[in-house]
């Protein structure tokens, strides 16, 4: 066992979802309250940076959300700059009368307090200088989570491949299992959101019987993640074990239900209107309400769509991955700009599993089974079978798909050929920035 983290608290990672939820225009249904959460989180942590950052007019990202208050901006700088001397001088006297531990502490508080204000620079150089500070393994591990904690509260993912890289390497030197869990976490949501899910799949549904990372996420979206990652990169077997048939998907999934939820599939659905009262910038009170669909919770649609997936149910397969689509890829920052992509990648993966069964098969019977129309299953077909992702062709003369199953010695040659292509055209550009800088230099 370990220690208990370090520097876990902060940046809050609910913040950046509050962000992406008022950045994107789809989900303004949800603006009021995610400026509520802003609003209070501004004030209450009296977070500057992360005011100027948000509603600076000039370059904050959402500059016209909200009026530009210079006077509260000032206040917080000087709230700021009142509890960042304090803490400074608290270590200069930690310095002159006690020893390396409470100096090591005091900046420690010291880089949290630039977190929890959501300073990127100053959180990552307090970070750093508390890092060649610490003489310890595990708090060296905590330092540089947080530090990717911080890269992805801006979403840098630049920094956040480098340092579960850093990460990576400490452990490996000797980390406790407590830390190597928690790394795991951290690597498979970082490789969801730069779209490697085969990757993250075996990270994220290891990590579900130890998971610790409440920083992170919460478990329900663990476990979401997990689930649409292995549905989509795992091959039937390990889908079967690993998420249909697992015991931590199973008590998330089999228990937690859309009770408020209408399928989109009813006629006319009559959902159930709740209010909350929200304070609004200026300090109004106001009592907005709240449609339970725009609510995160309740896995009914994605239930649906790991077994129908499994029990070849097509027809319910496609409404429930378009219900995944409105309810939670559309929703979640990480998986939302992938979000096209995923969907057609599931339906590439159900057309392949039909397709698996058999050598010939009726357009018309496919686009039935699918619940579809006979043009809109050719013309999406008509996506994969050009380069290969289905092995396929449409016989449109005689209404039917035949199945081409190429040989292992063709595929590795096709293979080899792609990679080649790829490795030519890699070193091409290598080349020509080669020769590029060479020519500055003269």
Known sequence: MGSDPLYAKYPNLTLAHHIFVLKTSSLAASHPLSQQHLTESVTTERQAPLYRYLYHPTDGILAGKQPWDEQFYNELVNKNTEEREGCEKEMREAEEKAGETEVTEWMGKIAE???????????LASFEELYKKTPTLGAKIDIVLAIIRVYMFFDDKVGVTKNIERAKGLIESGGDWDRRNRLKAYQGLHLLSIRSFSAAAPLLLDSLSTFTSTELCTYEALVLYAVLAGTLSLKRVDFKHRVIDSAEVLAVLGSRRDENFTPSAQPNPAPTITTKTVILPGGSVQQLPINPEDLWGGFTSLETLVNSLYTCDYKRYFVALAEVEEKFLKRDRILSEHRMWYVREMRKKSYAQLL????????????????????????????????????????????????????NKNKQYNDIVKQGDALITKLQRYGQAVRLRGSERV
């Open 113 to 123: 307090f630039w977190a929890r204000v959501c300073d990127k620079d100053q959180s």
């Open 356 to 407: 698996e069964s058999y050598r010939v098969v009726g357009l018309e019977s496919m686009a039935n089974a699918f619940g579809v129309s006979v043009e809109w299953l050719d013309k999406d077909l008509s996506k994969f079978i050009p380069n290969r992702a289905l092995n396929c062709t449409i016989d449109k003369v005689n209404g039917v798909i035949e199945t081409t199953r190429p040989d």
